[in-house]
């Protein structure tokens, strides 16, 4: 099993910053992939940002240049920085894992609220 706390969300005006984080814990070894999704308010969840363990990166069209994923391997964490928030923003933002063989793994989410 691998257990992912989050923390960092909150209330922010638009243009503002917030920086996420997601520890992992657990089975991590076998971890091949952590990102971060988000699920705005009467939407799907979607996904905002992934980065493997070689520090290959992707992300969501809607936050390329505003948002940054990075892991700290050592501390078993990663990161999400955002800058640039816009009201469309607002979301749970959820980390993920995935391991080899064994699927996904999600954290229970923090609420990112951006004000216009």
């Known amino acids: 099993q691998v257990q992912l706390v989050e923390s960092g969300g909150g209330l922010v005006q638009a243009g503002g910053s917030l920086r996420l984080s997601c520890a992992a814990s657990?089975?991590?070894?076998?971890?091949?992939?952590m990102g971060w999704y988000r699920q705005p308010p009467g939407k799907q969840r979607e996904l905002v940002a992934r980065i493997t363990t070689a520090g290959n990166t992707n992300y969501a069209d809607t936050v390329k240049g505003r948002f940054t994923i990075s892991r700290d391997s050592a501390k078993n964490t990663v990161y999400l920085q955002m800058n640039s928030l816009k009201p469309e923003d607002t979301a749970v933002y959820y980390c993920?894992?995935?391991?080899?063989?064994?699927?996904?793994?999600w954290g229970q989410g923090t609420q990112v609220t951006v004000s216009s």
């Open positions: 993920n894992a995935f391991r080899a063989s064994f699927g996904d793994y």
């Open positions: 657990g089975s991590i070894f076998s971890i091949a992939v």
